[in-house]
Nanobody
Framework: QVQLVESGGGLVQAGGSLRLSCAAS????????MGWYRQAPGKQRELVAS???????NYADSVKGRFTISRPDAKHTVYLQMNGLKSGDTADYYC????????WGQGTRVTVST
């Protein structure tokens, strides 16, 4: 059974940085895409960043230039480097991975204080 485990969330001051990590296990088929989503209180889950086969990345407009997604060696780990954090980035962040279906992690909380 595929499992995604996130880490790296926490409390940070506005302007600070955090690096989220997501490690997948139990893979049968390689993922053709991995990504990060977030859900703030009272809001819908939204895409933050994704990376597809060939290293093609996609970012939400609100994080462009501040966040960077990476997937070293196109393996089963994905990172999200978050710089210049703002209070609006406060949310639960979820890792996702897709091969024949979409898998989700349990989430890691990011809180940005002002």
């Amino acid at each position: 059974q595929v499992q995604l485990v996130e880490s790296g969330g926490g409390l940070v001051q506005a302007g600070g940085s955090l690096r989220l990590s997501c490690a997948a296990s139990g893979i049968i088929f390689s993922f053709n895409a991995m990504g990060w989503y977030r859900q703030a209180p009272g809001k819908q889950r939204e895409l933050v960043a994704s990376i597809r086969s060939g290293g093609i990345t996609n970012y939400a407009d609100s994080v462009k230039g501040r966040f960077t997604i990476s997937r070293p060696d196109a393996k089963h780990t994905v990172y999200l480097q978050m710089n210049g954090l703002k209070s609006g980035d406060t949310a639960d962040y979820y890792c996702s991975a897709q091969n024949t279906r979409v898998y989700w992690g349990q989430g890691t909380r990011v809180t940005v204080s002002t």
